[in-house]
Structures are given as structure tokens and as C-alpha cells.
T-cell receptor, first 114, second 113 residues
Framework: KAGVTQTPRYLIKTRGQQVTLSCSPI?????VSWYQQTPGQGLQFLFE???????NKGNFPGRFSGRQFSNSRSEMNVSTLELGDSALYLC?????????????FGPGTRLTVL | AQKVTQAQTEISVVEKEDVTLDCVYE???????LFWYKQPPSGELVFLIR??????QNEISGRYSWNFQKSTSSFNFTITASQVVDSAVYFC??????????FGAGTRLTVKP
């Protein structure tokens, strides 16, 4: 099976812009979780989607949002970008649902905000 | 609240040495799940092991072994006869019923030839 794919791999934006990141889970996986990884805060949970519904959300501002499509692909959106949003954004898929089962991670999208 | 502590920020060993990575967790739930992931320089997190709170059996997989002790809330990871390819950041993680996964800060392991 193909692994989790994320696009784009690298992204450079300026403050105030918005960005959309995409994640395609492993075929058959219905749960997609998003994480932010920074040197200062480490790996932090953003949210989890299962069958097009957000099941769980971490402690992030409303500028961070996401959605999941009927084919389980997921997108994450960050609006009004801030310098502190520079991070590696990781997507993980699992079957059937997030935290209780092993999650398989994609290579990440490295976002740089200037 | 759930919390994972990996007190060792960085460890450096010489090839063929054994090394143990410590993980201590906090949780109020009786049902929870523990994980170890490896993050090589490429950045992609690689799943190593999952344990649920009712299974305290130790696990061995090749050169890797895990010691789960509920009495001390620890889930330590040992690499036997380390190799240069083991160099990576290793994360311990905890998940409760809420499904979100809480990661420790990670331990950067460097194995020198």
C-alpha cells in the first residue's frame, strides 16, 4: 500500500496570508490527524477527522481549521499567518480511528512564514 | 491531564553499545495507549510499538525491546548493539480515550561509528 502523502512538501508564505495543506491517507484508513512540530513546542495535536467529521481538536486558535472529504483526503487551512506558524505540519492516518491505534505519518509539509 | 516526559534530551553512544531511552507518563485514565515513534533526519515519523494499559508484557523485536511498568508509569525503550542507522529522534506518546495523542519532547540519539 502507498503511504500517507502530503502536499506540498515545502511552502513559503508571508505574514497575513493563508495556506492550505493537503493530506492523502493510506487507502482504507478513515481517520486523519494533524500535528504541528516546532523546536520550541515539540509535536502538538491539532485535530482529528473521521468520516468527514472533526472528532477531536487540540488547543489551537480558530485560524487553524480543517476538513475531510468523502474519499478520506484531508486539508488543513491556516488563515492570517503569523511568524510563529512556521513549523513542520504532519498528517497521520489510522484505521479505524486516531489515538488508540497506531498512526502512520506522512513526510510533512514544512511551512515557513516570513 | 495526560503528560509524557522524556528526560533525556540527547544521548550519544558508540556503535554496538546498548542504550535505553526513558519515558515516564501521567494519566488518570485506567485505559490508555503508549507508543514509540522514530523520526529520522528525513522527518517522517515511523511507528515502532503500541501498548495498551492492560498489557504489561515486555516486548522484544530484534535489537529493540520495551519495558512497560505501570507501577512506575514508565515505558522505556532499549536498543541493543546500536548501529549508526539508529540515529534519530525518538518520541514516546500517550493516548487516552479522547483519541488525541500526546507526545514527549523526544530524545535525540546519535550513534557514532
Amino acid at each position: 500500500k502507498a503511504g500517507v502523502t502530503q502536499t506540498p512538501r515545502y511552502l513559503i508564505k508571508t505574514r497575513g496570508q493563508q495556506v492550505t495543506l493537503s493530506c492523502s491517507p493510506i487507502s482504507g484508513h478513515r481517520s486523519v490527524s494533524w500535528y504541528q512540530q516546532t523546536p520550541g513546542q515539540g509535536l502538538q495535536f491539532l485535530f482529528e477527522y473521521f468520516s468527514e467529521t472533526q472528532r477531536n481538536k487540540g488547543n489551537f486558535p480558530g485560524r487553524f481549521s480543517g476538513r475531510q472529504f468523502s474519499n478520506s483526503r484531508s486539508e488543513m487551512n491556516v488563515s492570517t499567518l503569523e511568524l510563529g506558524d512556521s513549523a513542520l505540519y504532519l498528517c497521520a492516518s489510522s484505521y479505524p480511528s486516531g489515538g488508540r491505534n497506531e498512526q502512520f505519518f506522512g513526510p510533512g509539509t514544512r511551512l515557513t512564514v516570513l | 491531564a495526560q503528560k509524557v516526559t522524556q528526560a533525556q534530551t540527547e544521548i550519544s553512544v558508540v556503535e554496538k553499545e546498548d542504550v535505553t531511552l526513558d519515558c515516564v507518563y501521567e494519566t488518570r485514565d485506567t485505559t490508555y495507549y503508549l507508543f514509540w515513534y522514530k523520526q529520522p533526519p528525513s522527518g517522517e515519523l515511523v511507528f515502532l510499538i503500541r501498548r495498551n494499559s492492560f498489557d504489561e508484557q515486555n516486548e522484544i523485536s530484534g535489537r529493540y525491546s520495551w519495558n512497560f511498568q505501570k507501577s512506575t508509569s514508565s515505558f522505556n525503550f532499549t536498543i541493543t548493539a546500536s548501529q549508526v542507522v539508529d540515529s534519530a529522534v525518538y518520541f514516546c506518546a500517550l493516548s487516552e480515550a479522547s483519541n488525541d495523542m500526546r507526545f514527549g519532547a523526544g530524545t535525540r540519539l546519535t550513534v557514532k561509528p
